[in-house]
């Protein structure tokens, strides 16, 4: 199993709404990543987990909170988003921090705040 | 810091034309390269990777090289089909980086 599962797919918010985003892998990963993307560009990185603790803030917004159950979940809490805030959000797995090997992509979650 | 450049695009071929897209990159130590594949509405997918100098990826009929005396590692395919038509993102990986560097990605579009 080389997925990694993101729900939802769809999510439109109000900038008022708490919503969140869940990421699931099953690969035995232990470093896991939240990317923001919007059309056109490469995903820019918001957050990287390492054996369940955050290692990489890239100074995110508040409004934007990230969180580590266990192992194989990785959630994204979001509250009173901006407009600008629309846009694909992209987790991400790789076997270790540390190392040089492949991160394995979700299908995201294309996300619009109005 | 790390970086990565890609060719511009967009680029647009007619099918089983030969594609290249070039790539290059700057970076310390030995990092692992790779060509991710985003299809519209997905997310991005591995293509193909190499983790040192002189290794050929390849897959799907996709091939790239690892030149460290050129720093780079260029994407070609001998004939393309409507079904390439995506875009195409060079990245590396350095040890200990703990996080990906990515090139700003080449649109790709097939007529047939």
């Known amino acids: 199993d080389t997925e990694v599962t993101q729900t939802p797919k769809h999510l439109v918010m109000g900038m008022t709404n708490k919503k969140s985003l869940k990421c699931e892998q099953h690969?035995?990963?232990?470093?896991m990543y939240w990317y923001k993307q919007k059309a056109k560009k490469p995903p820019e990185l918001m957050f990287v987990y390492s054996y369940e603790k955050l290692s990489i803030n890239e100074s995110v917004p508040s409004r934007f909170s990230p969180e580590c159950p266990n192992s194989s979940l990785l959630n994204l809490h979001l509250h009173a988003l901006q407009p600008e805030d629309s846009a694909l959000y992209l987790c991400?797995?790789?076997?270790?921090?540390?190392?040089?090997?492949?991160?394995?992509f979700g299908q995201g979650t294309r996300l619009t705040v109005v | 810091g790390d970086s990565v450049t890609q060719m511009e695009g967009p680029v647009t071929l007619s099918e089983e034309a030969f594609l290249t897209i070039n790539c290059t990159y700057t970076?310390?130590?030995?990092?692992?390269l790779f060509w991710y594949v985003q299809y519209p509405g997905e997310g991005l997918q591995l293509l193909l990777k190499a983790t040192k100098a002189d290794d050929k990826g390849s897959n799907k009929g996709f091939e790239a090289t690892y030149r460290k005396e050129t720093t780079s590692f260029h994407l070609e395919k001998g004939s393309v089909q409507v079904s390439d038509s995506a875009v195409y993102f060079c990245?590396?990986?350095?040890?200990?980086?703990?996080?990906?560097?990515f090139g700003d990605g080449t649109t790709l579009t097939v007529k047939p």
């Open positions: 970076a310390t130590g030995y990092p692992s």
């Open positions: 690969m035995g990963h232990r470093a």
């Open positions: 991400a797995s790789s076997q270790s921090y540390g190392g040089n090997t492949e991160a394995f």
């Open positions: 990245a590396l990986r350095n040890t200990n980086a703990g996080k990906s560097t």
